[in-house]
């Protein structure tokens, strides 16, 4: 045999190879026409669409719908609850084919997706100012809250820039400046301070020092070395300020832990300090005046009705100095010795500003209209004010504000790029820290070492063991599990206050912190047999022998408690304020653990809970109340698949706590899942969601993708996500090697070239 027809009949056997790779087998096909032409015809068209319009030749033209049905016959929800099934052996199967099918359409046709431009979200400047100037500061008294895409704050398409907002940057430029130089023209202005509202002012508040009690402590920055006035406020049972009715206990006021006033009872609560310049903590409580007898007491719980309302903090009075702060050795990197070197000196500072602040070298000419700016301050006072106006004028640069990524010229629309080393750097950072990249990671970037799998291994690593990784627990997680909405819920329960509130965010927050740096697999959100509990969370669910506002680790012994699903932050912020949301508690687990989100209601439904089922009738159960609401067709379909879960969670009431009985009737929390797996209450839920550990598992590779690419994950990024999980089971689904994935994926390390290159000043008018 010829050469020639060697390579003809090996490259036909290839493409038909390939084409039979990208369809779906007849056997398959027939199986979905036999059970989902009932709905999904061109009759009734139920989502959307009808199988007899798909090509199973041809999956490509319809990828998006074909993720879509993948995903409701992994999760067993098609067919719906009611119709007739095929055995799950056979869903296995169309599953398994389809999958293999889509995934090699997406090695022929790569889509690693593209950002639009992508503003910094203001817990994102707050930390890069952090990060650059060690300056902390409070974002949101400087700019306004973002809105939310995806689950997200820092979805790029959602991050739009007014002109309002642009204002709002640049007068936060000025200001942080100011702090970071030290400004001697400081005017004395008037901070507020007051402790979290409903926090528990009569035991000991964790972070304040052993021995006191109620208070509050604030990091603030003192922006000179002056003179400042404290106004204690002292607040009684009906907030009103009184004076020391019904304690002796003086106050104890603290400064980086080191005691600078005791204020005794009989006392004025103002007083006046002088404080060094730069970032500092202030603790303000009330201090024990009878000795503890043992370590509880410590802890106790005391009957005073008197409080630490708050303080203000008026300065800088009668300043000395701009102080030698942190901020200033981090910018003042050379200090000029004589007026000849005041320009050499400020070129080397604003460039290594510039560099750090805009994530990768920065031209020379880009340093020279910094260097105007500089001229500008130095010529109005002095050398400081003149690196104070460049500083400025870097923190409201589209580049410090945007993170900007290059698209080369030699690409075509429509083709993909891998980013540069140093746009990586810029991803990576703020996936892992929502910050910028420090100099270890810039220095990377700038060898080439990020494009090398094993390198880029080791900076991941790196990142993750850095306290700045703890960005992953409050900005992910807490959105994704939907921590940050207890700040907004108030149950109507008297067990419920603003202390057991910060301790249930606090647990779940704990719990996902140490899978992290204990490089534990993500399933134990689901099964941990452990927890992190304070003594106000652990008398809430019954825990003996905690005392104390200290969270510490303790082992779950209850079935029912193990996981996510038994933590009280979960079904508080799935409840309604005065009872249990079966529905609500069905949604949260849909959406958020099996990456499945029910359809919306259909318009003018009218849900009545809260009142029986027929006017005039005995209380009736939650449960007995949505199993009535189901007799309507419309709403038997999708609730079939929301309410199980919910029911099987009705032993814990509104927020969380265990309970027997409701509306004087035993709970009955045994149901059954859509596709039929029995569920004994909470316990039987969560073995079945374990029983779904790769489903769980590809959830939280979505919503990391999503993250750590501020856009919403697209149906050409499955295939990705499933490799990420695939290869994550070989260690039981570790949440490092997830993360790992993600920033190892294609759709994270390459972007597709746009018709339109981003325009920054374009974007800014029009957004």
Known sequence: ?????????????????????????????????????????????????????????????????????????????????????????????????????????????????????????????????????????????????????????????????????????????????????????????????????????SAHVEGLPLGTRGGLRVQHVFPLDAEYEFNIRRSGPNNFVLPYAGTRDPIEVAIDGERVALIEADKPTRIRLAVKAGSHTVQIAFLHTVA??????????????????????????????????????????????????????????????????????????????????????????????????????????????????????????????????????????????????DDELLRAAGAGELAQPKKLQQQIDRMLADPRADALVRNFAAQWLGLRQLATINPTSTDYDGTLRESMQRETELLFASILREDRSVLDLLDADYTFVDERLARHYGIAGVQGSRFRRVPVTDADRRGILGHASVLTLTSAPNRTSVVKRGQWVLENLLGTPPSPPPPGVEIKLDQPPVPGAAAATLRQRMEQHRTNPSCGACHGVIDPIGVALEHFDAIGKWRDAAAGQSIDAVTALWDGTPLQGAAGLRKALMARSPQFAETVAEKLLAYALGRKVEYYDMPAIRGIVSRAGARNYRLRDLIKGVASSPAFQRRVRQPTAPDPLVARSTE
């Open 1 to 201: 045999m010829s050469l020639l027809r060697h390579a003809v009949l090996l490259t036909g056997a290839l493409l038909a190879a390939n084409a039979h790779a990208q369809q779906l087998g007849g056997g398959h096909w027939n199986t979905l026409k036999q059970y989902c032409s009932k709905c999904h015809n061109t009759d009734d068209f139920s989502g959307g669409f009808a199988i007899d319009q798909l090509d199973p030749a041809n999956l490509h033209a319809d990828a998006d719908l074909w993720e879509k049905i993948v995903r409701k016959l992994r999760s067993g929800m098609m067919p719906p609850p009611g119709q007739s099934r095929p055995a799950v052996v056979d869903i296995t199967r169309v599953v398994s084919s389809l999958e293999t099918a889509l995934d090699d359409t997406a090695a022929r046709h790569p889509n690693p997706g593209a950002v639009v431009l992508h503003r910094m979200n203001r817990n994102e400047y707050a930390n890069a100012v952090r990060d650059l100037l060690a300056l902390p500061v409070d974002a949101a008294q400087m700019l306004p809250a973002d809105d939310s895409a995806s689950g997200f704050d820092n979805i790029a398409s959602a991050l739009v820039l007014s002109p309002a907002l642009m204002q709002s940057y640049i007068t936060a430029a000025s200001r942080i400046s100011r702090l970071a130089v030290g400004d001697m023209g400081t005017s004395s202005v008037v901070t507020r301070f007051q402790p979290p509202p409903g926090i528990s002012q």
């Open 292 to 437: 503890e007898q043992e370590v509880n007491d410590l802890y106790a719980v005391h009957a005073q009705s008197v409080s630490v309302g708050g303080f203000d903090l008026q300065g800088p009075l009668k300043p000395q100095g701009v102080g030698n702060t942190e901020s200033r050795r981090r910018i003042f990197i050379c200090q000029p010795k004589a007026e000849s070197e005041h320009n050499a000196c400020a070129r080397k500072i604003i460039s290594a500003l510039a560099t750090r602040a805009w994530r990768g070298p920065v031209a020379d000419d880009a340093v020279d209209d910094l260097m105007d700016f500089y001229r500008q301050g130095a010529g109005l006072r002095d050398f400081d004010t003149g690196v104070q106006y460049a500083l400025a004028r870097i923190l409201s640069d589209p580049r410090f504000v945007y993170r900007f990524e290059h698209e080369p010229d030699n690409v075509r629309v429509g083709d993909s790029y891998a980013l540069s080393g140093h746009e990586l750097a810029s991803r990576l950072s703020f996936f892992l820290w929502s910050s910028i990249p």
